[in-house]
């Protein structure tokens, strides 16, 4: 029985529910090896420590500690904030806190098990960088309101087979050089029984994997570009939706790598004739008693409504949420079946928000396409719930259905991740919702990404300057 000085007990950091289903995770770590303690960083990256089965069963209550840089980190592991600075924390450590309602044993590696964490300092107190807790708290504030999140996945990305899979000596670096690949298919031909049976020896081995967690897996689809794969999920609520997407993502990239492929959650590879990986955020807000909100006998309800303003209001300044790397910006095109402009319309895969379904049916729900797969699923989602219920507070307008998305008189997208950061940085929606603390912090280590990406000569001034000038 666990004493009064474990950090878990000591700061009553379980619910109930988490404190009964710890039980059964004992018993099943110790049919185990190991056990991965998980978090994810603020790109919604799976970062952690493995522990041989008896810590693990310890460290349940105690949680497991690292470095605090761990949040501080871009893409390419470098540390965006200055670590040592008088009267900071950054360079002490933080805690990860398991949730024993996320254990897993991994299907494709039976001898490890795999558990979700919350991050807390040392004290106690929830990490203030934790995306996590971010969005658990932005759905508590949903509650208040008397709404539930309900919301299901539609994901896309691309399949590569790896041409080689060591780097070489001279290849070490932040980040070092992008891996040899080759396609799968050539691509358009969308929906094709043919090119699905011929991933299907592939994509049987996800299919295990991820039913094997107990996802809610809906279907394996061959998209429409060259290596292009989608998987979809049915719908659930509150934090499952943006769990089941980071254990989807992780447990996606280790199975196939396993099997020498890449799969990869970049929007938009250089690869010749690639198509954009979209993340197309299906949801809709419940009573709670499951009752739907959204369905009227006309269409959308007043509060659907006020929603969906919400969306379209806040869409410059939640992009960096949906759209966080400098490359997603690539894929707001016109003509694309990607959005570019900020316009909702009934059942049209050109808005940036699709309704779908009409006058009452009780599935009527938002579409919104304007993520991108990489994107951090508790960031996402949080910066969903933060301008819908905006929205609803204040009755925004969302204004009329737009017949031709593509050249409707309203503002664009964003066109790079520098204009997204910069509307960020000035909302009032998202520092009430999120704080100025972690939007400061977020708006840092992105404008630490871009500072990088404008100092680096690319492949496209060399062809352009070198020999001309």
Partial sequence: MAGVTDFVTRHGLWTA???????????????LDVVRFAFSDAHGIVRGKTLVASEAVRA?????????????????????????????????????????????????????GWILCDLYRTDGSPHPFCSRSLFRR??????????VWRAGLEVEFHLFKLADRQPAPDEIALPGPPPNILPLNHGYQYLTELRYDALDPLLEKLRLGLQGLGLPLRSLEVEFGPSQVEVTFSTSTGMDPA?????????????????????????????????????????????????????????????????????????????????????????????????????????????MVRVIGRAGDPATHLENRVGEPGANPYLYMASQVASGLDGILTNADPGASADAPYTADT????????????????????????????????????????????????????REYLEIL
């Avoid at 988490?18 to 049919?31: G, Y």
């Avoid at 932005?138 to 709404?147: D, P």
């Fill in 243 to 351: 769990d089941f997407m980071l254990l989807f993502r992780n447990a996606t990239k280790q199975i196939f790598a396993r099997e020498g492929y890449l799969a990869s959650f970049m929007c938009r590879p250089r690869f010749p004739h690639a198509a954009s990986a979209g993340w197309h955020l299906h949801h809709s807000i419940e009573d709670a008693s499951g009752l739907p909100i959204f369905p009227h006998a006309e269409g959308l309800s007043p509060t659907a409504l006020g929603w969906l303003g919400g969306l379209l209001r806040h869409a410059a300044a939640a992009a960096p949420f949906s759209t966080p790397t400098i490359n997603g910006y690539k894929r707001y095109r016109p003509n694309s079946m990607a959005p570019d402009h900020v316009v909702w319309a009934y059942d049209n895969r050109a808005a």
């Fill in 60 to 112: 349940l209550r105690t949680g497991v500690t690292c470095t605090a840089t761990m949040v501080l980190k871009d893409l390419s592991g470098r540390t965006a904030f200055t670590v040592f600075a008088p009267g900071g924390d950054a360079a002490g450590d933080m805690v990860m806190v398991p949730d024993p309602t996320m254990f897993r044993v991994l299907p494709w590696a039976p001898h490890s």
């Fill in 17 to 31: 529910a988490q404190d009964v289903a710890a039980a059964d995770v004992i018993e099943r770590i110790n049919e």
């Fill in 411 to 462: 503002p664009l997208l964003p066109r790079t991740l520098r204009e997204a950061i910069a509307a960020l940085r000035a909302s009032p929606c998202f520092r009430s919702a999120f704080g100025d603390e972690f939007v400061d912090y977020f708006v840092r280590l992105k404008q630490f990404e871009i500072n990088r990406f404008l100092s680096d000569v690319t492949d496209w001034e060399q």
């Fill in 138 to 147: 932005t759905l508590a504030r949903l509650g208040q309101h008397g709404y």
